[in-house]
């Protein structure tokens, strides 16, 4: 069964902790995207990358790093400098790059405490 | 700046009335255009797509979107909406090697 898988659902950790959300996509797609949901902002799109070994910042990099070493996975790390890290991070990929429609994965919901 | 603007925050309809969310977008050429919606604490589904041709486009769940270039819109409807249909729906647009870009949301409500 094709798909993207973000894990875990819900992730707790303690401020001033760097942590790292896993999205993973068995769809070979090639371009791959990380958003940040916060009630009443829509999707702001803190990462993407279109190919293996390159990705891009996006709106709201600050904070957050990514990797991209396999074409499957693009995991994000909200590190210590993310001042408000609490949120819903949404995973997505595309194929061919960015101009085609994105498929989403289930979110990660992270509180920092 | 590339930009997409979906109007209402919030709207709530009667079971079985018709629906219409607005879009309007702010490109240099046509962009391409989607639908997606959202249940709660989950991810976002692709409802349909416009990427050229027929302005009128069919996408899953009963949903229809309707093109207008002089407008610069791309509203979703529905014909008669079910107590399932209660999500939040975002309009998106893209244009070159660019991300998408996505509308701040309408959150629908249904009532009996």
């Known amino acids: 069964d094709g798909g993207i898988t973000q894990s875990p659902k819900y992730l707790f950790r303690k401020e001033g902790q760097n942590v790292t959300l896993s999205c993973e996509q068995n769809?070979?797609?090639?371009?791959m995207y990380w958003y940040r949901q916060d009630p009443g902002q829509g999707l702001r799109l803190i990462y993407y990358?279109?190919?293996?070994?390159?990705?891009q910042k996006g709106d709201i990099a600050e904070g957050y790093s990514v990797s991209r070493e396999k074409k499957e996975s693009f995991p994000l790390t909200v590190t210590s400098a993310q001042k408000n890290p609490t949120a819903f991070y949404l995973c997505?990929?595309?194929?061919?790059?960015?101009?085609?429609?994105?498929?989403f994965g289930p979110g990660t919901r992270l509180t920092v405490t | 700046a590339q930009s997409v603007t979906q109007p209402d925050i919030h709207i709530t309809v009667s079971e079985g009335a018709s629906l219409e969310l607005r879009c309007n977008y702010s490109?240099?050429?046509?962009?391409?255009l989607f639908w997606y919606v959202q249940s709660p604490g989950q991810g976002l589904q692709l409802l349909l797509k416009?990427?050229?041709?027929?302005?009128l486009v069919q996408g899953i769940k009963g949903f229809e979107a309707e093109f207008k270039r002089s407008q610069s819109s791309f509203n979703l409807r529905k014909p008669s909406v079910h107590w399932s249909d209660a999500a939040e729906y975002f309009c998106?647009?893209?244009?070159?090697?660019?991300?998408?870009?996505f509308g701040k949301g309408t959150r629908l409500s249904v009532i009996a």
């Open positions: 998106a647009a893209v244009s070159g090697n660019t991300p998408l870009v």
């Open positions: 416009y990427f050229s041709g027929d302005t």
């Open positions: 997505a990929s595309s194929y061919g790059g960015t101009s085609y429609e994105q498929y």
């Open positions: 990358s279109q190919i293996v070994n390159d990705f």
């Open positions: 769809l070979n797609h090639d371009a």
């Open positions: 490109y240099g050429a046509t962009p391409y």
